[in-house]
């Protein structure tokens, strides 16, 4: 709740105030400039890395591998356009930060082992609420339908075991 106050309420805020402040250094049509700028070249940055990303993520399906990082990549990089397009300088920072490589890989590294993390808690918590545990391959199924992802081959019904 704090983060989307912060978001949405003291950002702009903060936006309108560094605009300001660069206006008075180096004038208002240098700034909007400035913005315009930089809006064009994050622009490029993400259409160049979404094309390459969008790419990588064919090739691994087409190998029946799951993109999973790929597409948490994609989504930073959706993230990366829209905070490029935004006005304001802070907002360029995060976007260019989401849409160069090294720092989106390591970002998206984060993001994956936070969901990764998340998606074994709340399994763990089924299998022991149901008294079962489930198998690792089970949860490389239930990821790939959930993603939507083509499955090359067919899901075959999994046994499962009585946990003591």
């Known amino acids: ?46 259409k160049r890395e979404g094309v390459s990303t969008l790419q990588t993520a064919q090739e691994k399906m087409q190998r029946n591998e ?36 090294g720092s989106r890989h390591f970002f998206a590294a984060q993001v994956s082992k936070h969901i990764w993390g998340r998606e074994l808690q709340a399994s763990d918590r089924v299998s022991h609420r149901l008294g079962k545990v489930l198998s690792t391959s089970v949860h490389a199924h239930i990821i790939a339908m959930v993603m939507c992802l083509k499955v090359s081959t067919p899901i075959t019904p999994l046994t499962t075991q009585i946990s003591a």
């Open 1 to 46: 709740m704090r983060v989307l106050f912060i978001l949405f309420a003291l950002l702009p805020i903060l936006e309108i105030a560094l605009l300001i402040n660069v206006g008075s250094v180096i004038g208002g049509w240098n700034t909007v400039g400035l913005v315009l700028l930089s809006a064009f070249i994050g622009a490029y940055f993400v």
């Open 66 to 101: 799951v993109p999973g990082k790929e597409l948490v990549e994609g989504l930073m990089l959706v993230v990366a356009g829209i905070l490029l397009v935004t006005p304001g300088f802070i907002t360029d920072i995060f976007g260019f930060l989401l849409a160069m490589p």
